[in-house]
């Protein structure tokens, strides 16, 4: 068990899920910010106001409709945890972990509120300058993801997002003012978040056509040419900056030995997995892409100039999230999984959470020493944790053996992984402090190690508590994974 004397122990969490202060200092809406609370069972939901003005709520922002903020309807990001105006406080409790690392987003449309405008929002700009302040006086490095999940509302309902190519140029200007204003500062970077996500989500939908995939392989070749750029400027501007990529890494497996399963599930992994850390580290579309677009019709705007891009801006190391695994068949589901971001078939061989993902450490073991043998880049675990119900006892402390337990049998999973070989570099475990769930926006799924005093229904005091996973974190740390017990 010997993990690197200068390995990245940390956390991470994103602006849109614990920041809060939606409508402060110039900061203008994003799409989270009209997301109503979900749940396991129940979608969330946007709301908007017709061309008419005629208010309306549902999956998504009808043509015509713009994004709005309705009375009586209640929107847990708008809050978050409020780390806007409590990030002091809650980077001492990270430095008293012993974090090395620290993994944040920045709000895009902090930063710029619509978008597209010319000049960035000094405010925004300064608030973050702040938070990097503090966290390099604790001795804590960031890590600044540009794009989770968060784009101004603007640029999605006035431009389509990422359907449209002049985003290239939005996301360049809003990524090159971040590399100029905190240049010193701050110096590894990642482009976009689980940005494999636009085509892995298509299959949670429960029908999709030509036209879904159409559009989410040309999001991902606009957006893996702003990568590029992005990543060649940050070298410019400052030649010890740092650019990886960010993959939501699912293992998959075989459900069983029959050469159709294992087919499937090479394809899945070639779809889900493979595709975009494809061309972000090698710079180029593989082979096995076209039987991709052919598969669904696909016909992108793609350019010469696009393709050469992409060959001078791949990236400088490889990050991604792990949580759970998931098994692949072509024969009738007789046990389904069919939790949050969970679908297909049930491995017999695991555990699952309440939310339906499967307790996988070997996983996570499989799933490094592929990568590293797949792209020979130095890399990071930038999100991994266990999210579930925790209970506050009536003397004020949280006991959660479940998470301890959990992270213990991944971090296991990462020294045997070094042991093997891998370039390891780092782990910023997810949600390090309870924040607004990404799918469902409650706060009773919970995956920090430091307790919010939020509840699903807004209420509580936002009091921050260290849980006993806290304690054992911070003597992990300390041993550099020596003291796992």
Known sequence: MRFPTNFYWGGATAANQCEGAYDVDGRGLTLKDVTTIGGLKKRRQVTYLQADGTPGKGLAIPDGAHGAVLPNEYYPNQTGIDFYHRYQEDIALFAKMGFKMYRMSISWSRIFPRGDEEEPNQAGLDFYRRVF???????????????????????????????????????????????????????????????????????????????DYQRAYQQLHYQFVASALVVKRAHAIDP??????????????????????????????????????DVQCQGQYPTYAQRLWDEYQVDLDMTATDLEILKAGTVDWYTFSYYMSTAITTHEITSAVGGNFSIGARNPYLQYSEWEWADDPDGLQYYLELMNDRYHLPLMIVENGLGAKDQLTADGQIHDQYRISYMRKHIQAMATAIQHGVNLIGYTSWGCIDLVSAGTGQMSKRYGLIYVDRQDDGSGTLARIPKDSFYWYQRVIASNGQALE
């Open 133 to 211: 302040e503090t966290l390099k006086a604790h001795g804590i490095e960031p890590l600044v993801t540009i794009s989770h999940f968060d784009m101004p509302l603007h640029l999605e309902t006035v431009y389509g997002g990422w359907n449209d190519r002049r985003m290239i140029a939005f996301y360049q200007h809003y990524a090159e003012t971040l590399f100029t204003t905190y240049r010193g500062l701050v110096k590894h970077w990642i482009t976009f978040n689980e940005i494999n996500n636009t085509i892995m989500f298509l299959a949670l939908r429960s029908q999709t056509s030509a036209a």
């Open 240 to 277: 010890e900056n740092q650019v990886g990529c960010m993959i939501c890494g699912i293992t998959s497996y075989p459900l069983t030995c029959d050469p159709a399963d294992v087919l499937k599930n090479r394809y899945a992994w070639e779809q889900n997995i493979y595709y975009c850390g």
